[in-house]
C-alpha cells in the first residue's frame, strides 16, 4: 500500500511538472494572443472578430465549432456566441465558459499594446479569460489520453449586460449539446496577486437588478419654487431615503448594496424641471432579501414624494429591467473544495487561498439551470503584488487595469487545466 501511496505521488508530481512544461512553452504564442485581443476591443452584443478569433483556433486545435449562437430577447440582434465540443470517449460532460466582451471605457494604462478602439476597454479582462480558454483548450486537445468524456468550451457574449448566458441558454444549448454534469470557469481579480487563485464555497457574486426611477413633478420658474412641485428636491430627499432602506430595514447579515449611479434633471439653473430620473443598481443575494428591497424601493419613492405634495398622478414610475438582471453566482461546495484540491496540487498549496463574497455580479450563474448543474468560479489573481500592498493597485473596471500577462496566463491555463482534468481524467 506505501509502495502504491508512493507512484501516486510521483505520477501527480511527475503530470504537474509535464503540464506546467506544456503550459510554458505555449506562453509566448499565448501572451501574443492576449495582446491582439486586448488591442482589440468589442463592446456587449458586438464581439464579431473576437469571437471569430476564438472559434477559428479552436476550429484548429479538433473542436466541432459552432458560431454565433444565441438568441437575444430583442429581434435582429445577433449573438456571437460559440460553442466548441471535443469527445474523448465516455465520461463526464464539462462546460468551460469564458465572456468575450469589453466595456465603454477610454484606456489610459499607457501599454505599447493598449486598445486601438477609442473608448472601449478590456478593463475587466475578458481577453485574459479568452486567452486562457484558448491555452487550456491546447492542453486538453494534447492531452487526450489522461482524460474522457465531453468537453463543451463557450466563448459567452453580452456578460458585461447580463444578457449573453440567457441568450445561449434561450437557444437551446443544453438541448442541441450536451447537457453538463458540471460547469466551470475562472474571473480574474485585480485585488488578488497574480499566480494566486482563490475560491469559495457557496455564495461568491451577487444577484443585480437594474431600476430606473422617474421622480415627476411641476415645473416653473426657478424664482418662483412656491408654485410648482419640484423634482429636483424629491429626487435629492430620495436618494437619502433609499439608503435607509439599507441602514434601517435590512438585517446586517443579509448583504445589499443599493447604488444610484445616475442622476438627471433640468436644462437650465433657472427652471424647474417637471421629472428627474436616477438609475440603481442593487445587489442582494437572497432571493427574499431581493424581494422585500424592491419592494421598499417602490414604497420609499411613492412615500417621498407624496410627503413633498406630488399628487397621486404625478407619482414616481419605477421601472426593473427583467433583461438586465442576473442571479447570485453560487459555487456548489462539494464541487468548488475538489476543484480547490486540483489547483493545489497543480499550483501550491501557498497559492491558493479561500476568498470573500463579493456584491459585484455576473450571468455564469445562469448555467447552473437553477442549481440543478454544481458549477464553480475560481477567482485568478491578476495584480502587481506591490501595488495591491500599497493600495494603489486598479480595481476591476478601471482604465488603468493591466494584468501582468505571463505569470496571470500562466496561472489561469494551469488552473482551468487542472480544473476540467480532475473532473474527467481516466
Given amino acids: 500500500m506505501r509502495y502504491l501511496l508512493i507512484l501516486s505521488i510521483l505520477a501527480t508530481s511527475a503530470f504537474g511538472q509535464s503540464l506546467d512544461e506544456r503550459v510554458r512553452r505555449e506562453l509566448p504564442s499565448l501572451v501574443e494572443t492576449y495582446k491582439k485581443l486586448h488591442a482589440a476591443p468589442e463592446l456587449s452584443t458586438q464581439e464579431k472578430n473576437s469571437s471569430a478569433l476564438l472559434a477559428s483556433r479552436l476550429r484548429e486545435l479538433g473542436y466541432e465549432v459552432t458560431e454565433k449562437f444565441g438568441q437575444y430577447a430583442e429581434p435582429g440582434l445577433t449573438s456571437y456566441g460559440v460553442v466548441a465540443v471535443m469527445k474523448n470517449g465516455d465520461g463526464p460532460v464539462v462546460l468551460v465558459r469564458t465572456d468575450m466582451d469589453a466595456l465603454p471605457v477610454a484606456e489610459q494604462t499607457g501599454l505599447p499594446y493598449a486598445s486601438a478602439n477609442a473608448g472601449v476597454m478590456h478593463a475587466c479582462g475578458h481577453d485574459i479569460h479568452m486567452t486562457t480558454l484558448l491555452g487550456t483548450a491546447k492542453m486538453l486537445a494534447d492531452l487526450k489520453s489522461q482524460w474522457r468524456g465531453t468537453a463543451i468550451l463557450i466563448g459567452q457574449p453580452s456578460e458585461e449586460i447580463a444578457r449573453g448566458a440567457a441568450a445561449m441558454l434561450r437557444a437551446g444549448l443544453y438541448e442541441k449539446f450536451p447537457r453538463p454534469a458540471y460547469a466551470v470557469a475562472l474571473h480574474d481579480w485585480a485585488l488578488l496577486p497574480a499566480g494566486k487563485v482563490s475560491y469559495r464555497p457557496g455564495f461568491i457574486m451577487a444577484a443585480s437588478d437594474a431600476i430606473d426611477i422617474t421622480v415627476r413633478g411641476q415645473g416653473g420658474h426657478g424664482a418662483t419654487p412656491e408654485k410648482t412641485k419640484d423634482p429636483v428636491v424629491v429626487a435629492a430627499d430620495l436618494v437619502l431615503a433609499l439608503q435607509r432602506i439599507v441602514s434601517r430595514e435590512t438585517s446586517a447579515l443579509d448583504p445589499v448594496v443599493l447604488t444610484v449611479g445616475s442622476i438627471h434633471g433640468g436644462t437650465k439653473r433657472n427652471i424647474i424641471p417637471d421629472e428627474v430620473k436616477l438609475l440603481i443598481t442593487l445587489r442582494t443575494y437572497k432571493s427574499e432579501v431581493r424581494e422585500r428591497v424592491l419592494a421598499a424601493i417602490e414604497r420609499t419613492a411613492k412615500g417621498v414624494a407624496a410627503t413633498a405634495g ?79 500592498t500599497s493600495g494603489a493597485a486598479p480595481a476591476l473596471h478601471s482604465s488603468k487595469f493591466a494584468p501582468p500577462p505571463e505569470v496571470t496566463l500562466r496561472t489561469g491555463v494551469r488552473t482551468l487545466t487542472a480544473m476540467v482534468l480532475e473532473l474527467m481524467r481516466r
Avoid: C, W
Wanted: proline fraction near 9%.
Fill in 310 to 388: 406630488i399628487p397621486a398622478d404625478l407619482a414616481p414610475v419605477i421601472t426593473i429591467h427583467p433583461g438586465e438582471a442576473t442571479p447570485a453566482t453560487y459555487n456548489d461546495p462539494a464541487l468548488v473544495e475538489r476543484l480547490a484540491g486540483a489547483v493545489r496540487r497543480e499550483i501550491g498549496a501557498s497559492e491558493v487561498v479561500e476568498g470573500d463574497q463579493v456584491m459585484v455580479s455576473e450571468d455564469f450563474g445562469r448555467f447552473s439551470d437553477n442549481r440543478k448543474i454544481p458549477t464553480a468560479m475560481l477567482f485568478l489573481g491578476a495584480g502587481d503584488p506591490a501595488a495591491i
